[in-house]
């Protein structure tokens, strides 16, 4: 693969080629834009229903672009303090009074010392942009999770790829981070964040596609076996289920099915197996039986 100095992949066809390397099977469409995130260095905001493969994204450019993965889970609650740096209180008091006990009295010395790096407890925002740490991919996963507060102390990385510390100073990139941020939508993220991103929105792939992942991803199941799982699952996804099968529903379930040494798919392994591929029993119960056997039915004759 050719790529340029930093290692990005100088052209489209060698960003599909990278992510396909690490198993992602990507559109030209998202293939395009991870290439312009890469090119122009900015952050790429990924949107979609959950399992269309957003994380995978950013794991599979760690291990192609050989740096770092750092990863911030974000959720109701989370604050500063969690996902960029805190002080190590209980060692700065000590410190003090370590500083005190031999004969230090200078309050302004005793600050400055304590505010120092070594004290100063990087949680995966300032990790990212650590100049003295190896270049990172940076995901900052399910942002729709966070409160919307939250969203503000982002944007000074989005922008400058680097974080404020009050009584430290300025950490900034040496190696700007590539920076993936992924949401499911279950709230909708600020504007302030999307206009520092390049945005994609991942959908649920096309037949051939899925047939692709699913051949890379689960090599050991036999192909006729694939093609109807896949065909099944494209069908149950026009149904008006709770939660849609995802990609990563579809290969568990492939794998399930062949673990069993299934090679044909039957309504009767459908209904035992639905547990792999749906994860609430509203939409097991509304798919078991006949509509199971309907859609099985229909696979079949077309396979």
């Given at each position: ?13 060698e ?11 990507a559109?030209r ?7 312009l ?29 050989k740096?770092r ?16 740096y805190?002080w190590?209180h209980?060692?700065q ?8 006990a ?6 302004g ?19 990212a ?9 940076l ?5 729709d ?5 939250f ?17 430290f100073?300025t ?10 941020l992924?949401?499911?939508?279950t709230?909708e993220?600020?504007?302030?964040i ?11 792939p ?7 992942i ?19 699952v ?13 990609v ?11 673990y ?7 309504s009767g392994?459908?209904d ?14 509304r ?13 079949v004759?077309?396979?």
């Open positions: 693969m050719v790529a340029d100095a930093a290692g990005t992949p100088a052209t489209v066809a960003t599909e080629s990278l992510l396909a390397a690490g198993g992602y099977i559109d469409e998202l293939a395009t834009t991870v290439h995130a890469l090119a122009m260095q900015r952050p790429l905001f990924l949107e979609g229903e959950p399992g269309t493969g957003k994380t995978e994204i950013a794991k599979v450019l760690a291990s192609g672009l740096r993965l750092v990863r911030l889970q974000c959720y109701d609650g989370m604050d500063l303090s969690a996902a960029a805190e190590d209980a060692r008091l000590m410190a003090i009074r370590l500083a005190e031999a004969g230090h009295t200078d309050r010395e005793l600050s400055r010392d304590i505010y120092t790096a070594e004290f100063l407890q990087a949680r995966p925002l300032l990790s942009v650590n100049p003295d740490l190896p270049p990172a991919v995901l900052i996963d399910e942002l999770r966070a409160d919307e507060p969203e503000a102390f982002l944007l000074e990385l989005l922008a400058d790829f680097q974080i404020s510390v009050p009584e100073g950490v900034r990139a040496k190696v700007k981070p590539v920076v993936v992924t949401s499911n939508r709230r993220v600020h504007d302030a999307r206009r520092r991103c390049l945005y994609h929105w991942v959908d649920y096309d037949a051939a596609r899925e047939r692709a699913l051949a890379a991803k689960a090599p050991g199941v036999p192909a006729h076996l694939s093609a109807q799982v896949v065909s099944f494209q069908r149950l996804r026009t149904e008006d289920l709770f939660k849609l099968p995802g990563a529903e579809t290969i568990d379930w492939a794998q399930a099915l062949s069993l040494n299934k090679t044909e798919l039957t392994d459908v035992e197996t639905l547990g792999v591929l749906l994860k609430y029993q509203d939409d097991i119960a798919v078991k039986g006949a509509e199971a056997a309907r859609l099985v039915t229909e696979v004759a077309t396979s």
